[in-house]
């Protein structure tokens, strides 16, 4: 298996999947596209794997890399590749699959559970998510849900959570694959998305249980089972 990731910032990274992927003697290769790295062509991955990152999915006059990035995340899924996207990376799937994405009413940040929604609950993704885990959210825009995709999850504070579109695309707005120590990095790059909010759970909580964390990792095992096979 070929895993090849786009990153967009130096602190979102395949975090907990990395050692996933390695454990299962997948090769892993990158376009850091922060420092400018170019993307491959669709022959060169099996699994694309499009990392979050704080901008928005529309800001292409800011980033030159995000046209030719989304139009590499469309040549993907129509040569049939797998293809994940967590936070942004779900976004610009939706935006790809030509779904708006736009400002969710408050910002969710931190740990919140989420829910199958009726389709999920009998999606082999969806179904992984019947206890309704808290999941570690942090986004401030929200993707809709595209024609032709199914909507898996939701969460009180933002209802679209994750979509499936076909068997070879996954979109979550959560971070599953987020350790400790990357969540802490998250929090000193992005400090005035902690500012109060209804979704919005402070550093020291969010950071402080190990054992959510695990969970996760657990869990993000669980998920890319059923999405790879």
């Not at 209804?198 to 964390?213: I, N, Y």
Request: aromatic content about 8%; hydrophobic content about 45%; charged content about 20%.
């Amino acid at each position: 298996m070929r895993i090849h990731y786009l990153s967009h910032v130096p602190f979102e990274q395949l975090g907990a999947m990395d050692a996933w992927f390695r454990e299962r003697d997948a090769t892993i290769s990158q376009s850091l596209l922060f420092q400018g790295d170019p993307l491959p062509d669709t022959g060169e991955f099996d699994v694309l794997v499009v990392m979050g990152g704080p901008m928005g999915a529309d800001d292409d006059d800011s980033h030159a890399w995000m046209t030719p990035e989304k139009a590499l995340i469309r040549d993907s899924i129509a040569a049939g590749k797998k293809v994940l996207g967590i936070c942004l990376g779900a976004q610009l799937i939706a935006r790809v699959l030509g779904a708006p994405v736009t400002a969710n009413p408050d910002r969710e940040i931190g740990w919140f559970p989420v829910y199958p929604t009726s389709a999920g609950k009998s999606d082999s993704i969806g179904k992984l998510f019947a206890g309704a885990p808290p999941v570690l959210h942090w986004h401030g825009d929200t993707f809709a849900i595209a024609d032709g995709a199914v909507h898996l999850l939701e969460s009180k504070g933002c209802p679209n959570q994750a979509f499936r579109y076909g068997d070879n695309v996954l979109g979550l707005q959560f971070h599953l694959e987020l350790q400790a120590d990357n969540a802490a990095a998250l929090c000193d790059a992005c400090p005035e998305d902690l500012a109060d909010g209804p979704w919005v759970e402070p550093r020291d909580s969010m950071l402080a249980d190990e054992q959510r964390f695990e969970d996760a990792r657990q869990l993000l095992g669980r998920v890319l089972s059923a999405f790879l096979r």
